[in-house]
């Protein structure tokens, strides 16, 4: 591992301040990704900036519409929060099926976003409940912030500080599971706003996280397992890895879709694989 430099602030205002005075800083989280990566020499910052001990980047709170996640926030928080749980149900649950206990106790919703893994489980949920992605400079759109595989529209040396959701009718979310790491080899969010609904696909594109419009169309004027007939997704814009092919997990995605749909449907959100 290179040497670096490690600071741990403990406010906000701080931790700008240390971020905008270094050229090549990286900000540490739950350290689930990042260190490993540093202990390959695949990452080498100059200056480590600790998040762990920055007490406003985890709180979690209800808006007029909606909740507010900081970036610190655990999954095992959010899987357990009560106010996630009453205001965006499939939110708690997705949070509650990453990784193990281990996983969920140091893992953040922050690290998790930023790193935009394209078997990450959050992807999905940000992207399906249309959420914004608020840094220390702006608001960027889920639409806009998932780019391409680990690659977001964060600039280097932009920080979230929080993601904000919106509230929806209902929403749930569905994940065929890699058994060893338990990340997705497909992983299927549906989100029901008063705008329409938004489904959302995380383990199974070649670009990383997408939203099956044609779905969201179907799904808008009958929302029922059957509307989902007829429809396909292209396996050449689908990953094929050793855990599964490309033309496996197009088929999976159509099967995990109409799964939730039909559960949401009957507003008992009880399957599970
Ligand atoms: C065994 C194992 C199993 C896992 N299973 C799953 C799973 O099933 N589903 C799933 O979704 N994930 C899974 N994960 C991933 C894990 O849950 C974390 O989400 C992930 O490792 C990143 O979060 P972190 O908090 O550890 O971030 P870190 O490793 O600390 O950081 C990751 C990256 O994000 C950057 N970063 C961190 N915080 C911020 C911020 N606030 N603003 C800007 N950039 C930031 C860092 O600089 C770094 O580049 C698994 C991980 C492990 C080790």
């Known amino acids: ?59 979690l709170s209800v808006t007029g519409d ?18 996630v749980r009453d205001k965006i149900p499939g939110l708690a649950e997705l949070a509650g099926m990453i990784g193990d206990v281990q996983v ?37 759109s889920a639409d806009e912030f998932f780019v391409d595989l680990f690659e977001t529209a964060l600039e280097p040396g932009e920080m979230i500080r929080e993601v904000v959701f919106p509230s929806c009718r209902s929403c749930g979310y569905l994940k065929f599971r890699q058994p060893a790491s338990r990340f997705a080899i497909v992983g299927v969010f549906v989100a029901r706003h008063r705008q329409g609904v938004r489904v959302a696909v995380t383990g199974a594109g070649s670009a990383g996280v997408f939203r099956w419009t044609e779905a969201e169309a179907a799904l808008d004027g ?3 397992q059957q509307a989902l007939t007829g429809l396909a997704l292209d396996p050449q814009q689908m990953l094929s890895d050793i855990h599964a092919g490309d033309t496996y997990r197009a088929h999976l995605v159509q099967v995990l879709t109409g799964r939730l749909v039909e559960a ?7 399957v599970r694989t």
């Open 1 to 59: 591992m290179n040497k670096f430099d490690y600071v741990r602030p403990t406010t906000l205002a701080a931790t700008l301040d240390l971020l905008r005075a270094s050229d090549e800083p990286m900000l540490l989280a739950g350290g689930q990704t990042l260190l490993p990566t540093m202990k390959q020499g695949l990452a080498a910052p100059e200056l480590l900036i600790d998040l762990n001990a920055v007490s406003e980047l985890v709180e």
């Open 66 to 83: 909606g909740i507010r996640v900081g970036a610190m926030c655990r999954h095992a928080t959010v899987a357990t929060s009560g106010a």
């Open 104 to 140: 969920r106790n140091r893992g953040t919703i922050g690290g998790s976003v930023a790193n935009n893994d394209p078997a990450a489980d959050y992807p999905a949920a940000l992207l399906a409940l249309d959420a914004t992605i608020r840094t220390d400079s702006r608001d960027i």
């Open 222 to 224: 009958n929302f029922a």
């Open 264 to 270: 949401l449907g009957a507003r008992s959100l009880r």
